[in-house]
C-alpha cells in the first residue's frame, strides 16, 4: 500500500499467464482460430453449467449480443427502457431503427420502475429491455405480468448481473433474452466479449446463424447476418477465468461489506440497498452523496479522491436521455426522468476488484469520512 498508487475503479481479473500460454499452445497446434472452435464449445458448455442456464451463446462483444437480440426477436417500433445505464443499452435499439422510449426507474433499486412502464405502452411498442443496474435484479414478476398482458418482448441488459441469483435461481432465466457482456471492466471477462442467454434449441440456433453471417451450413445463408463471433483466444481466456471466478467474488463481497461498515454512520453517504437473499455480483459499489447532509458534492468528492490518486467513475453520468443523440426525445424530457435524472447527480462508484487490498479500502473510506464538512 502506497499513497501514491493509483487506484483505479476497477482492474481486470487475471489468471496466471502461465495458465493461458498451455491453451495458446493448444490453439497454434489446432490452427483453430474462430468459428465454432473446441473452446468456444467447452466455455458455451461451462458457462451452462456455472450460470444455471439452458442455453449461451458467445459474442465478440455485448453491444454486438445487444444488436443480435433485437434481430434475432424481429424488434421494430419502440422499445421502452431506462435511460439510467450504459450508453450501449440504447444505442442497440438506435442501431436496429427503433425508437427508445425512457421511462422513469425507482429509487431503490434503480432500475426501470414497472410501474410506471405501462403508460408508456403504445400502438408501436414492441419490446420492454430492461437492465439489471449494477447487478442488481429487476422487479421480474412485474414485467414478467406487463409483457404478457400486453404481448411484449422482454430483453434484460444483464451486462452487470454475471452469476447474479434469487433463491438459487438465475435471474438470466427470466424474459426471452438475456445479454452479458465480458468486456475486460466487467466481473467476468474475455477481454471483450458477450453472451445471450436464450430459453429454447431452436433460438439458439436462430441466433447462432445471425452472429455468422446468417450461414446455415456450407452454402445456405438464411438471414442476413452479422460477423459477432467470439475467437478461440476470448473463449480460452474464458474458460481460464471461469476457475477463478468463485474466489473473486468473495473478494469483492468482502469489499463491499467493508465499504458498508465504514461508511454506514456517515450522514449524506448512502450506499445501494444489500438486497438479502440475492446471491450478488458485486460488480459495483454505488454511493449517494448528499451535498446539504455530507458538506461536499459529488462532483466535490469525486475531485477530493481523484487528488489522492483515487479514480472513482461516475457512473451513469450523463444520463443517456441526456446525450445529444437522444435528448431531443419527448420521453428523453427531464420532468418525464426526475428519479433517473436525480440519482445520475448524486451517485459515484467506489473502486471493488477482486486484487483490490482491504488496506486500501479503508483508506478510500477514510478520505470519504475526513473529508466530511471540510
Ligand atoms: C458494458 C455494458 C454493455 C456493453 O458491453 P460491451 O461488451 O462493452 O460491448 C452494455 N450494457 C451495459 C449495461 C454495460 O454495462
Given at each position: 500500500?502506497?499513497?501514491?498508487?493509483?487506484?483505479?475503479?476497477?482492474?481486470?481479473?487475471?489468471?496466471?499467464?502461465?495458465?493461458?500460454?498451455?491453451?495458446?499452445?493448444?490453439?497454434?497446434?489446432?490452427?483453430?482460430?474462430?468459428?465454432?472452435?473446441?473452446?468456444?464449445?467447452?466455455?458455451?458448455?461451462?458457462?451452462?453449467?456455472?450460470?444455471?442456464?439452458?442455453?449461451?451463446?458467445?459474442?465478440?462483444?455485448?453491444?454486438?449480443?445487444?444488436?443480435?437480440?433485437?434481430?434475432?426477436?424481429?424488434?421494430?417500433?419502440?422499445?421502452?427502457t431506462t435511460p439510467f445505464s450504459?450508453?450501449?443499452?440504447?444505442?442497440?435499439?438506435?442501431?436496429?431503427?427503433?425508437?427508445?422510449?425512457f421511462v422513469d426507474i425507482d429509487p431503490?433499486?434503480f432500475n426501470l420502475d414497472?410501474?410506471k412502464?405501462?403508460?408508456?405502452?403504445?400502438?408501436?411498442?414492441?419490446?420492454?429491455?430492461?437492465?439489471?443496474v449494477?447487478?442488481?435484479?429487476?422487479?421480474?414478476?412485474?414485467?414478467?405480468?406487463?409483457?404478457?398482458?400486453?404481448?411484449?418482448?422482454?430483453?434484460?441488459?444483464?451486462?452487470?448481473?454475471?452469476?447474479?441469483?434469487?433463491?438459487?435461481?438465475?435471474?438470466?432465466?427470466?424474459?426471452?433474452?438475456?445479454?452479458?457482456?465480458?468486456?475486460?471492466?466487467?466481473?467476468?471477462?474475455?477481454?471483450?466479449?458477450?453472451?445471450?442467454?436464450?430459453?429454447?434449441?431452436?433460438?439458439?440456433?436462430?441466433?447462432?446463424?445471425?452472429?455468422?453471417?446468417?450461414?446455415?451450413?456450407?452454402?445456405?445463408?438464411?438471414?442476413?447476418?452479422?460477423?459477432?463471433?467470439?475467437?478461440?483466444?476470448?473463449?480460452?481466456?474464458?474458460?481460464?477465468?471461469?476457475?477463478?471466478?468463485?474466489?473473486?467474488?468473495?473478494?469483492?463481497?468482502?469489499?463491499?461489506?467493508?465499504?458498508?461498515?465504514?461508511?454506514?454512520?456517515?450522514?449524506?453517504?448512502?450506499?445501494?440497498?444489500?438486497?438479502?437473499?440475492?446471491?450478488?455480483?458485486?460488480?459495483?459499489?454505488?454511493?449517494?452523496?448528499?451535498?446539504?447532509?455530507?458538506?461536499?458534492?459529488?462532483?466535490?468528492?469525486?475531485?477530493?479522491?481523484?487528488?489522492?490518486?483515487?479514480?472513482?467513475?461516475?457512473?451513469f453520468y450523463p444520463l443517456i436521455s441526456n446525450?445529444?443523440?437522444?435528448?431531443?426525445?419527448?420521453s428523453a424530457?427531464k420532468?418525464n426522468l426526475p428519479n433517473a435524472n436525480n440519482i445520475a447527480k448524486?451517485v459515484?462508484?467506489?473502486?471493488?476488484?477482486?486484487?483490490?487490498?482491504?488496506?486500501?479500502?479503508?483508506?478510500?473510506?477514510?478520505?470519504?469520512?475526513?473529508?466530511?464538512?471540510?
Amino acid at each position: 500500500m502506497s499513497k501514491n498508487k493509483p487506484i483505479f475503479v476497477t482492474s481486470p481479473l487475471l489468471p496466471p499467464l502461465e495458465e493461458f500460454q498451455t491453451y495458446l499452445k493448444e490453439i497454434w497446434e489446432s490452427k483453430w482460430l474462430t468459428n465454432n472452435g473446441q473452446f468456444h464449445q467447452q466455455l458455451e458448455k461451462e458457462l451452462c453449467d456455472y450460470l444455471g442456464v439452458k442455453h449461451v451463446c458467445l459474442f465478440s462483444n455485448g453491444t454486438l449480443a445487444l444488436i443480435t437480440a433485437l434481430q434475432a426477436l424481429g424488434i421494430t417500433g419502440e422499445v421502452i427502457t431506462t435511460p439510467f445505464s450504459f450508453v450501449a443499452t440504447t444505442h442497440s435499439l438506435w442501431w436496429n431503427n427503433i425508437k427508445p422510449v425512457f421511462v422513469d426507474i425507482d429509487p431503490y433499486t434503480f432500475n426501470l420502475d414497472p410501474t410506471k412502464v405501462e403508460a408508456a405502452i403504445t400502438p408501436k411498442t414492441t419490446a420492454i429491455m430492461p437492465v439489471h443496474v449494477y447487478g442488481t435484479p429487476c422487479n421480474l414478476k412485474a414485467f414478467e405480468q406487463i409483457a404478457e398482458t400486453y404481448n411484449l418482448k422482454l430483453i434484460y441488459d444483464a451486462a452487470h448481473a454475471f452469476g447474479v441469483e434469487i433463491n438459487g435461481n438465475s435471474i438470466l432465466n427470466f424474459g426471452d433474452l438475456s445479454i452479458l457482456s465480458f468486456h475486460a471492466t466487467k466481473v467476468f471477462n474475455t477481454f471483450e466479449g458477450g453472451a445471450i442467454i436464450c430459453q429454447d434449441e431452436k433460438m439458439k440456433r436462430h441466433i447462432d446463424d445471425l452472429k455468422n453471417f446468417g450461414f446455415r451450413g456450407e452454402t445456405t445463408v438464411v438471414a442476413a447476418g452479422i460477423n459477432a463471433k467470439m475467437n478461440e483466444m476470448q473463449a480460452a481466456f474464458g474458460i481460464l477465468q471461469l476457475k477463478y471466478i468463485e474466489e473473486a467474488r468473495e473478494k469483492r463481497k468482502k469489499i463491499a461489506k467493508t465499504y458498508r461498515q465504514t461508511l454506514k454512520s456517515t450522514e449524506g453517504i448512502t450506499c445501494l440497498n444489500d438486497f438479502p437473499d440475492i446471491k450478488h455480483a458485486y460488480s459495483y459499489f454505488p454511493v449517494l452523496i448528499e451535498q446539504e447532509k455530507y458538506g461536499m458534492s459529488r462532483d466535490q468528492l469525486y475531485e477530493k479522491l481523484k487528488e489522492n490518486n483515487i479514480y472513482s467513475r461516475r457512473y451513469f453520468y450523463p444520463l443517456i436521455s441526456n446525450f445529444p443523440t437522444y435528448k431531443g426525445l419527448s420521453s428523453a424530457k427531464k420532468d418525464n426522468l426526475p428519479n433517473a435524472n436525480n440519482i445520475a447527480k448524486h451517485v459515484l462508484c467506489l473502486p471493488i476488484y477482486p486484487s483490490l487490498e482491504i488496506e486500501d479500502v479503508y483508506r478510500i473510506s477514510d478520505i470519504i469520512l475526513e473529508s466530511k464538512f471540510k
